[in-house]
Structures are given as structure tokens and as C-alpha cells.
């Protein structure tokens, strides 16, 4: 179908490919005359059609000039401000500008500083984002055009985009880096400053994204958005170290970033991508997120699968299309309703609008590779979609279907000729494209070079970008051959006597003075120190724990040199750090973690605190063997070297704590001094060995009926740790945490039974004193949301009561509800072994994703009763899984993962009970169920759980990840792992059935139950005349039947499916009936 020849083409000859030259830079003397030229009709044509709109007095511009003009959008404004900032870079390459290189530059800044004069207004929000990252509290991202006040409230338009933050971030560091002054005042560095903390989390920041509608379906949902979370990454990159005063700043004006929230960012971000969310397979929004203007990908292989995955489902004649089923701008969309109905998205299926736009991202893009062809090649494909008016080219924003061609283009899309917007006929311009339509020319054309426009380079590797300053940390990629410098901090002299016997090299903290070692939360408090502003009410850092990246840097603090060491060796954390067996594999861990996942300038540097205690344990051998290995210079395949703190600070990553230099003299930062020992110790035969203690459990009824009096003198009389915590539990139910026994309160006392209990290696008291005290493990938060950007969902509670599924990310305070409300009530410990369970198969999922192939659900509670099977298939007796040390979880984790992992081989019912416990499904089941529902009018039925034909077929696809989630919403309702599992062996034999028999169609709802059933009984009744046995209600005989043998369960299946379609339940359209094979 030819292109409506209304448009005119208006890209001249000459200004087309002829003076594109990537690697121009200058204007050559004989060229300049006509350089000149182009910049003035570009200075007339950015002055008619976006500056003329500028608010004289916030600066922002409209978003929709038609309907809202008073109306401002921040992104659109900074998209606005960035045309008018690159001419005016354009023009900085001529003498006689005539003072347009500053007015355009100006006119940027007046901009940017608009967006932070309506920002900074609601810097209470910006505090409380910081806590919540809820969308009650996220900045406004639309204000009234001339006042900068809000338009809408907090919940009467979708404010939370992420995106919108970060880009702001990434030009204002573009713009002061090509020496525009935009920041003034300590006050405004410290809400920049606060406005990183607000991009930080990101990652697991569900959003509405760039379109301002959050999930595909528009009904007011939020979801994760690469796009978002790869915009937050672009500025934290950027901003890192960067002085908000350009090069006329002091230390205090510098940006500082969370290392570990960036690199939780990326990682999430790779993750993500090619998608944009579940619910959008893509969106042509991560144009440009990979492309300019944020760069967010440098790893080529992902960034050419998602741009090609965008061109591929998205690109049509007249632009792109913003995302699949979108309906914004079509005919059929009722304007006047804010969300739509739950099957409404499937009318727009084929005839969304497609955005002009998107080329012109292309366009730029190839400027940016030096690919000729591709700017050729998109520019022959905008040509005939633009205006030429009386105001200069016209962009339209999209071009739709109407109302009468649209059953012709269902039928064969791209047919028809669609319909521009009305932005030539009434000159109510689409800025943000104006302005990203003038970048393209000034590109193109020759009159900006890519190095002008991008300032800071996004566009090279890290590697090549230039550096802000010495004193601050860099983003400058990955060696391959990065080395991971280790020094050992003993605590004592003796301690470090007796390593020496060993041959191993480590210093204590008088040894390396002045330099002074620091706990992971006392850096965390320095943070807190910045940002902080009494007068816009900025608290500073929240007290976020910092991470392994963050730890392995060197910091100057007030002319002192700090190390710092990591989280795992702190000992007021998380009971984990006391079993040995699971330091060495975090150890381990760690190294490989910093070798993959350093980016920063020097060499990350290892701190590891050396404790007396970690040599009484009956691991000590192996805890020697790991600080033996890393003499070698190699651990786990990584390189490291040990040695002395003061021979690797010149190698080492260091980073200046300048805004400390403010705080009161008052206050003091604790640092770890040397323990002071009478005696010593040369060898392991020295160290006295932990006795063996008592730690039966007893009935603790009769204490409830007993006194608060007598309940503590069966405690004075009880040496029994597992006792003592059970008569404490009583007490704290009864009295609470603060409950003083003699000098101490019951808080206290559990404290101590916990410390000594894990001394002891008695991990049933210990996980029982950890959720009493609510102890609460770091980076769960992080952990669940590395299951659910791998298209996962998880649940937590209790096997056999009711849990809570998370599908989206959430800050630790609600996962801390959700573990103490539905787990609290069944087992205490429960709590603390669930909290071991997220942090390892976040762990396992992150590394070895293959192992929860299949697994789409990962339901906690369920995965321990699967471990707690599969011990008693290996121990052939019961064991406590409380018991187990940490570390042995972890190892029954990964060996039940692994199906076959055991030593023992499984039954057809252990089978079942381990894939049913794991929710595991073959490859292509949610494509089975999908075709068995198309072909069931009724719908399916499983336990009393109603999965509808219809709006499910309407509103969804086949291959969308909501589709595959609601399937394990039908099947969550099943309460036997082995009956799940052979449910979903009934889909199979349904699908097979229906597949091999085209013709077949059920008339009424489908029944799964009665199926298996019916199924259940045939078998009883060959069990009956071929074994002679009575029958029976348990269905575990069939459970325990292997399916594909003769006689197995798939045959009995098949004919209860088989007869149930031979009763009259289908529609057949051929005489002949269904056959099996």
C-alpha cells in the first residue's frame, strides 16, 4: 500500500546523508558560509515551534498543547530543553553567534531549573519515597505550566515514573558537564543528592512507566519497567562523583552513589531485558533506553536482541508502535474513562497507532553507530509521514486507523492508509517530537557532533569515558583479569600468633594503625550524614545496610584512611555468620561476586575480620584451609592477592568522605580496637573445645498455667537451652520483650541463648531465638526480586495454611508482615528458616537459573516440605530440618533442586511429591492449558477454582507471562503436592487428546477433579481383579503408579477423559470419533 502522498518530502538533498559524517567534528572554512545558514533556519525553527511555548515563568513547556496547554510534563519539558541545550552546543563552533549560544543555553537551564523549582516544593515526598517507594508518595510528574503548581493529586494521576527522575539526572549532568550552570545552592545539591536515594531502588520500584499507565491492561496496576530501572541505572552511573558546581565546585557539592543499589540496578536490568515488563514483551520506550540519550546497555549481544525485538513486533509504515494491544489514540478508546475494562485491550489488538517518533530514535541512533544505512534507511521512512507548514516541518505524534478501515486492516495488517494526528491542521505541535526531530537534523546535518551532544560519552564503555575527579570512585567497567586484594584482620595478638603457625599472613588492628577498621553499620551510619537538610526536611541516606561492592573500598574520613569489612563477618547480624561451613561458602561466594561484578576504578580490597570464636567450631580445619588458599593467588578461579593492608592501598579503589568534614565534633564513629588477651595460644591443641550440652525440648503446657513468678524460677532451675527458649517464648507472650528478669530483660536473655546457641552449633534454638527477637535478615528484599524479574512469583507461608504471593517487589518492613503473619502462628522458627530459604534461591536463581526450569511459582513453604521429603528419602529416618546448620539447608536445597541429586532413587510418588512441592510443569504446559481452554467454552475447574474461556482468551495471549501466572493461581488451590502432580499430568493427556483430535471440542465446563477421579476409580477397579485388593479412598497406590508403563496412570487418565467426551460433553464436526494415538 503506497504512503498518502499529502506528505512532502522534506529533507533537502543536501541535508539528508551528504554532510553526515560520524567523525566530523569541525566546520571546514569553505563549508561555513553554508554551516551558518543551517544553523539559522534551525535557531528560527526551534524559536517558532518549541521555545515560543516556554512558561516565562517556571520555563517548563505544555505536553499537550490542544486539549491542556497549561499543562507541563516533566519529560517532555526536558526533551524540549535538550533541543534547545544541542543547538546552542551546535553554535559554541562559530564566533559571531549573534548571542544565541547562550540564550538557547538559557533557555535549558531556565528549564531544568523549573523542574527543580516544582520538585524541590515537594521535598516532604521525596522523604518519604525514600522509605515506602510507594506511589502515594512519589514526586508529581506533571505541574501547572505557569505557577509550577500541582494539577493532580497523589492518586488522581499516575505520577510514579521512574524514568522521569533518571532522565532529569542524566541531562542535568549532560548540561552542567558542557558548562552550563544550573545548580546554585547547597540546598539544591542536597536534593539532587536525595533525588539518587529516590532512583536507587528502582529495581524493585513497580512503577507506571513512560506511557504513565503501568501495565498493558491500563486499570491502575503497577509494574516492574526495564525502561525505568535502566533510566535509574544512566543516572547513577552518571551523577557518581560528580560536582553539581562543575568545574568551579567544592568537595561538598559532589553526588555520591550506593555502588550495590547500582549494581542491583544493572543486574535486574540485564535480567529484564529484551522485555519491558510481564505484561509488555516489549516497548519501543527502550529505544531510547539502550540507544541515546541514556546508553543503558553496553553488553552488544542483549542490546541488538531488544532493539531487534522492538523493530520486529513494533515497526510498521508510519513509525512504531508503543506497545502491542495499546489503544491509546485509536478510534475505539473512550476518552473519557481513565482505565479500561478487563477485556477491553483485545480491541485494540492490530490497530494500535504508530509513532513517527520512533523513527527519528532510529535515525539518531544510526548517527550514534556511524551506520549509514540505518540513517538512510529511517529517514527514507519519516519522509513521507511529515508536514511542511507555514511553522516549519511538522512531527505528527501518531498516525491511527479509522473507524471504517479497521476490520480491513484486522484482516490484513498494514493495508491501510492510516491518519495523521491533527497537529498540522490546527498547529498544535507535538513538542517532545519537535525536539527530538531538531536533535536528529543538527545530527545529521552535520552542525552537531555525537561527542557535543552526548558530553559525557554514555555512548563509549565505561572504559573510555572520561573521568570527573582522582578523589572520587569511577564507573570504568570490568578487566578481565581483575585481581581481589585480601587482607586478614585478626582481633587478637594471640589469634594472630597462631595463624602464623600456619603460615597465614594477617594483622590486628593495632598493626595497622592509623588506618582503622570499620563495621559495615558503621559506614552505613557516616551515610546517613549525607544529603541530610533541616530545612527542606531531608533526613539523608536511609540507614540501607551497605553492600559487598561498597565494603571493598577504602575511604578517607576526616584525614583518617578507613577499611571497611563486609556484612557476613558482622556479628550483631543475622545468626547465618555463625556457621562456619556457610562463611566459606560466602567467603567464596564473594570473591566471584566482586570479580563479575566490580566496575570501579582500582582494585576491590577484601576485609575479612578474623575472630577467635571461628577456630573453636568443629569447622575450624576447613576455615584454616580457605585463609591457606589464599596464598596461592587463585580462590574459586578468582584472583587474589594477601598481604599487608599498607602495601595495597595504592592499588586499592579509594573514595573521599568529604561531606563528613561538616559533621559535629561531637560526634564519634566506633571503630573495631584490639581484644587484650593474658594468655596465648600457637597452636589448634591450645584452643579449648566447646562442651557438649543438653537442648531437649520439654512440654511447655503446664507453664501456661503457672505465674509469671514461678515461670522464672523454672528458668533459674533450667540448664537446658531448647528449655530456656521455650519457657522464655511463655514469658514473652505473656509480658513482652522488655520483661526484666533480675539485670537483664527477656530480650536480653534470648539474645545471649541465641549467640550461644549458634556457638554451640544448636540451630533449632538458635532459628527458634531468631523469631522471637523478629531478627530480620539483610537483602531479602533484593533475593525476591531476583525470582520475580526471571518471570517468577513467591509465596510465603506455612505448607498446608494460607500464603501470600508476591508478585511484585516490596520494601523489607512488608515482607517482615508478611513473614510474621503467616508463618508466626504455625512455627516461630519457621520465620527465620523461610528468611534462609529466600536468600538461597535468590542465590541459586541468580547463578544457576536451569535448576528452576519449569518452575514458575516458587512457593517457600512448599520447597521445605519438598527438602523435608527428600531428607527423609536420603536419611530413611526423620530429621528435624531446624536442626540442620545453615549451610547443610543450603547443600539439601541444591541436591533437591537437582531432582536427581539424592543418592537414594525416588518412587513414582517421592517424584511426584518433590516436582508437586516445587510446582514444577513440562516445558510447554501453559501453551497445553491454553489450547484446552480455547476448545472449552465452559472453562476448567480445579478444586472448586473457575478458570473462564472468556474474558481469560480476550484479555490475554498465549505466550504472556499473566496467562502462565493465573494457571498457577488455578492450580495454587490443590493442597497434595503428588495430586498437583498428577493433575498436571491430566492437562498433558487432555492436550494430547484434543491436539491429535482437532475436530473435538468440550460443550460444558470441564471438571479436572471428577476427571482424576474417575481415572482413580478404573484403576481400582484392574487393582481389584488383577491384585485381589479391596477398594480403597486414599489415592497414594495410584500416586505411587509410574505414568507412561502399562497400566500407569496416564492410560487410566486418558480413559476417564476419553469417556467423559464419549457421554455426550463434546461437539464433534466429523462423524468419526477421537482416538488416542
Known amino acids: 500500500m503506497a504512503r498518502p502522498s499529502r506528505r512532502n518530502e522534506v529533507f533537502l538533498a543536501d541535508s539528508r546523508l551528504g554532510n553526515f559524517k560520524p567523525g566530523s567534528k569541525m566546520v571546514d572554512d569553505e563549508n561555513y558560509a553554508e554551516h551558518v545558514r543551517k544553523l539559522g533556519e534551525a535557531y528560527v525553527t526551534v524559536k517558532r515551534q518549541i521555545l515560543r511555548h516556554q512558561s516565562s515563568t517556571t520555563g ?179 551523577i557518581n562523583g560528580f560536582n553539581l558546581f562543575g568545574d568551579k565546585g567544592a568537595a561538598w557539592s559532589v553526588i555520591y552513589v550506593d555502588v550495590d ?194 558530553v559525557i560519552k554514555r555512548h563509549l564503555p565505561a572504559a573510555a569515558r572520561p573521568r570527573h575527579s582522582i578523589r572520587y570512585s569511577f564507573f570504568q567497567g570490568r578487566t578481565s583479569d581483575l585481581v581481589v586484594q585480601i587482607v586478614l584482620i585478626a582481633e587478637s595478638v594471640r589469634l594472630q600468633q597462631m595463624l602464623a603457625t600456619y603460615g597465614i599472613l594477617s594483622q590486628t588492628p593495632h598493626q595497622i594503625e592509623p588506618i582503622e577498621v570499620w563495621s559495615p553499620n558503621e559506614l552505613t551510619k557516616a551515610f546517613g550524614f549525607l544529603g541530610v537538610n533541616k530545612k527542606l526536611g531531608l533526613s539523608g541516606r536511609p540507614m540501607r545496610p551497605v553492600g559487598g561492592l561498597g565494603t571493598s573500598k577504602l575511604y578517607y574520613v576526616c584525614g583518617h584512611l578507613v577499611v571497611c569489612y563486609p556484612l557476613l563477618f558482622e556479628v550483631s547480624d543475622f545468626y547465618l555468620s555463625q556457621d562456619m561451613n556457610l562463611v566459606i561458602d560466602d567467603v567464596k561466594s564473594d570473591l566471584v561476586f566482586l570479580a563479575k561484578r566490580w566496575k570501579l576504578s582500582g582494585r576491590p580490597t577484601f576485609c575479612m575480620l578474623v575472630r577467635e570464636e571461628n577456630i573453636r567450631g568443629p569447622n575450624t580445619r576447613e576455615y584454616l584451609d580457605l585463609l591457606a588458599e589464599f596464598k596461592t593467588g587463585s580462590c574459586g578461579g578468582v584472583n587474589v592477592r594477601l598481604g599487608r593492608l599498607q602495601t595495597l592501598i595504592s592499588a586499592a579503589c579509594v573514595e573521599n568522605l568529604d561531606f563528613l568534614q561538616s559533621v559535629p565534633d561531637t560526634y564519634t564513629f566506633k571503630y573495631v580496637d584490639e581484644l587484650s588477651m593474658k594468655s596465648s595460644f600457637r597452636s589448634l591443641t591450645d584452643v579449648s573445645r566447646l562442651a557438649k550440652l543438653d537442648d531437649e525440648p520439654i512440654d511447655i503446657q503446664p507453664l501456661k498455667f503457672m505465674s509469671s513468678y514461678d515461670i522464672v524460677q523454672r528458668l533459674y532451675h533450667t540448664d537446658n537451652m531448647f528449655a ?233 495471549t498465549m505466550y504472556e507471562m499473566n496467562f502462565s501466572l493465573l494457571v498457577e493461581h488455578m492450580l495454587s488451590n490443590i493442597t497434595d503436592p503428588a495430586y498437583r502432580q498428577i493433575m498436571v499430568e491430566l492437562f498433558m493427556v487432555v492436550s494430547t487428546l484434543l491436539d491429535r483430535n482437532p475436530e473435538v471440542q468440550f460443550l460444558s465446563a470441564v471438571d479436572m477433579d471428577k476427571l482424576v477421579q474417575q481415572g482413580f476409580d478404573e484403576f481400582q477397579k484392574d487393582q481389584s481383579r488383577l491384585e485381589v485388593q479391596e477398594k480403597q479412598d486414599d489415592m497414594l497406590t495410584f500416586f505411587n503408579t509410574a505414568p507412561n508403563v502399562k497400566r500407569g496412570t496416564t492410560s487410566y487418565l486418558a480413559k476417564a477423559v476419553v469417556n467423559n467426551l464419549m457421554q455426550g460433553a463434546v461437539r464433534s464436526s466429523q462423524d468419526e470419533f477421537c482416538s488416542i494415538s
Open 60 to 238: 517548563l513547556f505544555p505536553c499537550n498543547l490542544a486539549d491542556a496547554p497549561h499543562e507541563a510534563h516533566i519529560r517532555d519539558s526536558i526533551y524540549c530543553a535538550s533541543a534547545a541545550w544541542a543547538l546552542s552546543l551546535a553554535y559554541r563552533k562559530i564566533d559571531n553567534d549573534k548571542g544565541r549560544t547562550y540564550e538557547l543555553g538559557q533557555s535549558a537551564v531556565k528549564c531544568m531549573r523549573g523542574i527543580l523549582f516544582c520538585w524541590i516544593r515537594q521535598a516532604d515526598k521525596v522523604e518519604k519515597f525514600k522509605l515506602s517507594q510507594s506511589a502515594n508518595t512519589a514526586l508529581h510528574s506533571k505541574f501547572h505550566m505557569t505557577s509550577g503548581d500541582t494539577l493532580a493529586g497523589d492518586e488522581e494521576y499516575n505520577h510514579l515514573q521512574i524514568d522521569c527522575v533518571g532522565l532529569f539526572l542524566l541531562f542535568l549532568v549532560q548540561m552542567i558537564s558542557s558548562g552550563l550552570q544550573i545548580i546554585y545552592t547547597t540546598d539544591e545539591v542536597n536534593f539532587i543528592q536525595n533525588l539518587v536515594y529516590y532512583v536507587e531502588r528502582a529495581y524493585r520500584t513497580p512503577d507506571y512507566g513512560m506511557w504513565e499507565r503501568g501495565s498493558k491492561y491500563n486499570n491502575g496496576s503497577t509494574e516492574l519497567h526495564a525502561s525505568s530501572i535502566g533510566m535509574a541505572k544512566v543516572a547513577l552511573e552518571a
Open 724 to 956: 530456656q527458649t521455650q519457657i522464655l517464648s511463655v514469658l514473652l507472650e505473656r509480658e513482652g520483650l522488655d520483661y526484666r528478669i533480675e539485670d537483664s530483660t527477656i530480650k536480653d536473655r534470648l539474645d545471649r541463648l541465641l549467640r550461644k546457641a549458634g556457638v554451640h552449633q544448636n540451630w533449632h534454638v538458635v532459628r527458634f531465638c531468631a523469631g522471637l527477637l523478629k531478627k530480620m535478615v539483610d537483602s531479602l528484599a533484593p533475593s525476591l526480586t531476583a525470582m520475580l524479574v526471571r518471570g517468577k512469583q513467591a509465596t510465603i507461608g506455612v505448607f498446608g495454611h494460607e500464603e501470600e504471593v508476591i508478585d511484585k517487589p516490596m520494601p523489607p518492613f512488608k515482607i517482615k508482615a508478611i513473614l510474621y503473619s503467616t508463618t508466626g502462628p504455625y512455627d516461630v522458627s519457621d520465620i527465620a528458616l523461610q528468611q534462609e530459604m529466600i536468600l538461597n534461591i535468590g542465590k541459586y536463581i541468580s547463578t544457576s537459573p536451569e535448576l528452576f526450569e519449569g518452575i514458575l511459582k516458587i512457593r517457600i513453604g512448599w520447597i521445605i516440605e519438598a527438602m523435608r521429603r527428600e531428607l527423609c528419602i536420603i536419611e530413611d529416618k526423620d530429621v528435624s530440618i531446624y536442626s540442620m546448620p545453615p549451610s547443610e539447608v543450603r547443600k539439601l536445597l541444591l541436591i533437591t533442586l537437582a531432582r536427581f541429586g539424592g543418592q537414594v532413587e525416588r518412587t513414582p510418588l517421592q517424584t511426584r511429591q518433590l516436582d508437586g512441592a516445587f510446582n514444577r510443569v513440562p516445558r510447554d504446559f501453559y501453551d497445553r492449558v491454553w489450547r484446552i481452554l480455547e476448545k472449552t467454552p465452559g472453562g476448567l475447574k480445579v478444586c472448586g477454582y473457575h478458570l473462564p474461556q472468556q474474558p481469560t482468551l480476550s484479555d490475554m
Open 261 to 454: 543499589a547500582h549494581n542491583r540496578n544493572r543486574t535486574i536490568f540485564d535480567c529484564v531485558l529484551p522485555r519491558e515488563s510481564n505484561s509488555k514483551n516489549t516497548d519501543a520506550c527502550l529505544i531510547p533506553t539502550v540507544s541515546w540519550p541514556a546508553f543503558a546497555i553496553h553488553d552488544e549481544e542483549l542490546r541488538n536482541r531488544t532493539m531487534a525485538k522492538a523493530v520486529r513486533k513494533l515497526q510498521g509504515q508510519y513509525g512504531f508502535k508503543r506497545f502491542l494491544r495499546d489503544g491509546y489514540g485509536t478510534v475505539l478508546e473512550e476518552k473519557n474513562r481513565k482505565y479500561y475494562k478487563p477485556t477491553e485491550i483485545k480491541t485494540f489488538d492490530g490497530i494500535e497507532c504508530e509513532w513517527p517518533l520512533f523513527f527519528i530514535f532510529m535515525v539518531i541512533d544510526g548517527v550514534f553507530k556511524g551506520s549509514a544505512d540505518q540513517v538512510e534507511k529511517y529517514q527514507n521512512l519519516l519522509q513521507p509521514l511529515l508536514a511542511e507548514t507555514s511553522d516549519g516541518v511538522v512531527v505528527p505524534k501518531y498516525y491511527y486507523i479509522s473507524q471504517e478501515c479497521i476490520e480491513a486492516e484486522r484482516a490484513k495488517p498494514g493495508s491501510q492508509i492510516r491518519i495523521p494526528s491533527m497537529e498540522e491542521e490546527t498547529g498544535h505541535l507535538f513538542l517532545l517530537g519537535q525536539a527530538v526531530y531538531m536533535v536528529s537534523k543538527l545530527l545529521v546535518d552535520g552542525l552537531l557532533h555525537i561527542t557535543e551532544l552526548d
